[in-house]
């Protein structure tokens, strides 16, 4: 059985893929029988994914089957406002993540708050501690005087 799927390309942490026609045994990266396409996850152009429709058309019309990324891929390349569709989607997510980052910096201004007035109180309880050590001393001075009389 012949599938369209992606083989994928490219250096670690900066992916590629190819589109390709391959048997559904073949491994992932394996020997294909033709590159129809390809796929650019990093970039933010038109030229993100290049697809050869009339290929595909005469591998599905030879019963391959499309995978579900590639089904996905071939939907947006149809599509002509993709590119602004995905456009507003990053900005609505950056949206988020600023509105997200802003909150919990609020938070922890609020955390730090009572922590600070903490600290302000243990200050004199240190002080007074400190004053107390010297007293001890004296008396520990004190006993073995006692002692040797």
């Known amino acids: 059985m012949v599938r369209v799927r992606l ?5 670690r942490k900066k992916p590629y893929y190819h589109i390709v ?21 990093l970039l933010e152009s038109e030229n993100r994914i290049k697809l050869n429709m009339e290929r595909l058309e005469y591998w599905v019309s030879k ?16 599509d ?6 995905r456009t507003d989607a990053k900005a609505k997510e950056l949206e988020k993540t600023k509105a997200r980052k802003a909150r919990k910096a609020k938070e922890e201004a609020k955390a730090e708050q009572p922590a600070k007035e903490e600290a302000k109180a ?8 400190k004053a107390e050590q010297p007293a001890k001393e004296e008396a520990k001075a004190e006993e073995p005087a006692k002692t040797k009389k």
Request: with cysteine.
């Open 7 to 11: 083989a994928r390309g490219g250096a």
């Open 21 to 41: 026609v391959i048997d559904k045994r073949d491994k992932r990266d394996g020997k294909c029988l033709e590159r129809i396409g390809s796929y650019d996850p």
């Open 80 to 85: 002509p406002k993709n590119i602004d569709n």
């Open 63 to 78: 019963g391959a089957q499309l995978s579900n990324r590639v089904k996905l891929l071939k939907n947006y390349t149809l």
């Open 122 to 129: 243990e200050e004199p309880a240190k002080e007074e501690a």
